[in-house]
């Protein structure tokens, strides 16, 4: 008797028991189930919810495998143990053993964690409730440790998980339910409730935070930390020593300070090409989200072009980064590619994707230039959205619903 | 006056076991059915009582809400038993056939010179009204209400669907005379559709109007012609006939005899010679599946119409009222060893995620009654517009039905839809819901609450 009927005779068993939602995501994970078809159609596509995570975790794996050997590499970095990268996307001093054992010993804790706090939750509610353990959190488990600093303390990024889970989804009623990103709402809620963990220049560099203070302190600032500051931190030749850090090549490869997985451009844009080839992200967010950034990004170099601000002013910093650069600093890609493009929190129609991803990338920009504070100000923008998409879909399906009225009254003039 | 419909929205689903274009005579089948159910809505009050001896036409029960609407033996014999379920509902009327078939004559008539009520008469009279149905609802039609316009597809293209072409060859005269006599019905047209390069009978039909249709499945549903030819608005109502049905009622009145003859296409990937017979409505479908054999009897699902629309009927029942074709396909009650994640070449997929029947366009796939999956809550959003070619947002749609929200339902063109327009969603919906269903209880809520 193999495995399968094995399974199958302890499905019967559990069948109608409480514990029968824990035993069936086990079972679900392992085997397709033999569920057929009982009303309407009897075919079925061979697509599921398993199936459609599985596709965004696959493309976020490039991100978290490049995350581990920058979280050394950083580390090295700044501990001047090693130089910089000297030979583009394939630099042997990035890619190297020593920068990888960092990582994995620094960010694998930061996913295990994730998933195993994340999942418990889930587990719980789905016994409590009596639904079946649903696959959303697949993807927002991948999603948390790639958005965070490397230090991030465990005991916070579980706290962090709990709530969001619990408040972010299921307290609307889970899966498909949720008004905000879920991911985003952990980030949120580290964000806000330990703001000196999740910004500054001390957390972003593994090490860091422990040394601040003793002699051997180091410290990484993001670019846009830099910018905020009204550092000249990005150019496109970066020299050593200098305020000019990082090239915008660093940039685009993702050699730079920051959240474990948002730094490399390079690699979420390869993620997100994966994502719209294989149909399951979104295309149209994608496009007028780099659009929106991109327009907003013109009006702020269009103002210091026209001499309204000064090198003077805090916002001019900001303002007067290239408007494309814009696209390879701080978490926007990763933003708009992996979190904006949640089908549930986003714009559910089409009309309503373009005005949605549009005014992500514009108020990112918006928020970035005009709140040095937080100068990451995809998250922000993102949540903001999440809460005006069903406002979007009204009117989009107004338009319909105008379009068929109009109709009637037509034919009954 | 012809008028070209192109359709781009939408997916063809190509299935192993199409019919071969030969028609056999089935095995004669003992026993006819005739299920109440079949009549979306209708509650049947009995005729002929358990044991009478009936002819073919002859009323077996009446409408409750209607007695003029009458509903007709197949065949002629006796009534072996009237299969009742929970709370004495009827499930089915039994007709044991004669040998020698007997005919109620209703008697020939000349459509032209008839009027409209008259041939309304005759049809409610001679139990061929329940083939005209209705928009919106998708229920046989209140003849108290006239028509603004009346739809017969004669295109179809649903997965492993009869081809009405090859079937309707040679029916010319009979088609010709129910069209005519549904002409005087409606102030309106008559509006025919066929394929775009199609040389069917309906093609030459006087009385009518006709369109050519292209494009992928639902090109020949009946609702995406109507939203392209004369929209439903609130209000108006449209009938709708198959044209295997015009010609029961074309031979109705031509010969004086209801005749519930049709031609019906054996297919789909479990049989074993998929071809065309020639049977009765309510036969037993043993006597057409088992006539051309199956492949791995134990295993099969056998469905009284097409695959995205039929009824199960499982191998020892009848041939649907309205159903043209019987389709066998493998059922799917087994598990797959890391199903949901493993790369997936033999079965269709609307999408890329490591499945890869993009890759092979014109394969023709052997899909099986698996759903691939877990019901889940609606997520993914933006794919069933690819295959939804109606103005009207499907997913809104379904949304407020679930929540039983008249208002909306009426806004976002409910008056529109039928449940076969909800199936291709329905195939491709990652969630696994049951759209029909959703769809089918929308409407009977709206014809309830509304009228």
Known sequence: ?413 | MSKDIRIRKGLDIKLVGEAEKTTVEATRSNVFAIKPDDFHGIIPKVIAKQGTEVKAGEPLFHSKSNEKMLFPSPVSGEIVEIVRGAKRKILAFKILADKEQQYVDFGAKDVNAMSGEEIKAHLLSSGCWPFVKQRPYDVIANPDVAPKAIFISGYATAPLSTDKDYVLAGKENELQAAVTALSKLTEGQVHISVGKNSNSPLTGLNNSTLHKVSGPHPAGNASVQIAKIDPINKGEVVWVVSPQDLVVIGELFLTGKFNAERTIALAGASVKNARYYKTKIGAEVSSVVYHSGVHDEANIRVISGDVLTGENVRPDGHLGYYHDSITVIPEGDDYEFFGWNKPIFNKISPSRALTFSWLFPNKKYNLNTNTNGEHRAFVVTGSYENVFPLDIYPLQLLKACMVNDLDAMEQLGMYEVAPEDFALTEFVCVSKQPHQQIIREGLDLMLKEIG
Request: hydrophobic content about 50%; aromatic content about 12%.
């Open chain 1, 1 to 413: 008797m193999g495995l399968k009927d094995k399974l199958h005779k302890l499905k019967l068993k559990y069948k109608g028991k409480k514990m029968a939602p824990a035993f069936n995501a086990i079972h679900t994970f392992l085997y397709l189930p033999n569920e057929t078809t009982h009303s309407g159609s009897h075919v079925r596509a061979a697509d599921d919810l398993k199936r459609t995570m599985n596709t965004v975790i696959m493309s976020l794996v490039p991100c978290l495998i490049f995350g581990m050997f920058n979280a050394g590499y950083q580390h090295h970095l700044a501990l001047g143990e090693i130089d910089a990268v000297s030979s583009g996307f394939l630099s042997p001093e990035f890619w190297s053993f020593d920068n990888l054992t960092v990582g994995l010993w620094k960010i694998l804790p930061l996913v295990v964690i994730s998933y195993g706090v994340g999942l418990a939750v889930e587990f719980v509610f789905a016994v409590i409730k009596g639904h079946e353990v649903e696959e959303g959190y697949l993807v927002t488990g991948m999603l948390v440790p790639l958005i965070v600093p490397v230090d991030t303390p465990l005991w916070m990024l579980a706290v962090a998980v709990v709530f969001g889970v619990v408040i972010g989804k299921e307290v609307f009623g889970g899966t498909g339910m949720n008004i905000l990103n879920p991911a985003l709402t952990i980030r949120a809620f580290l964000f806000f409730a330990y703001p000196t963990w999740m910004s500054g220049d001390k957390v972003w560099v593994h090490g860091a935070v422990e040394r601040a203070g003793t002699p051997d302190a180091i410290s990484g600032e993001t670019i846009l930390g830099g910018l905020a500051q009204g550092k000249e931190i990005i150019a496109e030749t970066a020299s050593r020593g200098s305020e000019v850090a990082y090239s915008v090549a660093d940039a685009f490869y993702g050699f730079v300070p920051g959240s474990v997985g948002e730094t490399s451009a390079l690699l979420i844009l390869l993620g997100g090409l994966f994502l719209i080839f294989s149909k399951i992200g979104s295309w149209r967010i994608m496009v007028s989200a780099v659009l929106g950034a991109l327009a907003m990004g013109l009006i702020f170099n269009g103002i210091v072009d026209a001499g309204w601000i000064d090198n003077g002013s805090k916002f001019y910093g900001l303002m007067s980064t290239e408007f494309w650069h814009h696209l390879i600093i701080g978490g926007f890609a990763f933003g708009v590619v992996f979190m904006a493009t949640d089908p549930v929190t986003a714009s559910q129609t089409n009309k309503g994707k373009w005005i949605y991803g549009f005014l992500i990338g514009f108020i990112s920009i918006l928020i970035r230039v005009f709140n040095p504070a937080y100068p990451e100000g995809v998250m922000l923008a993102i949540l903001l959205m999440n809460v005006f998409a069903p406002t979007i879909d009204h009117y989009v399906v107004q338009g319909n619903v105008k379009k068929r009225m109009k109709r009637l009254k037509l034919k009954t003039a």
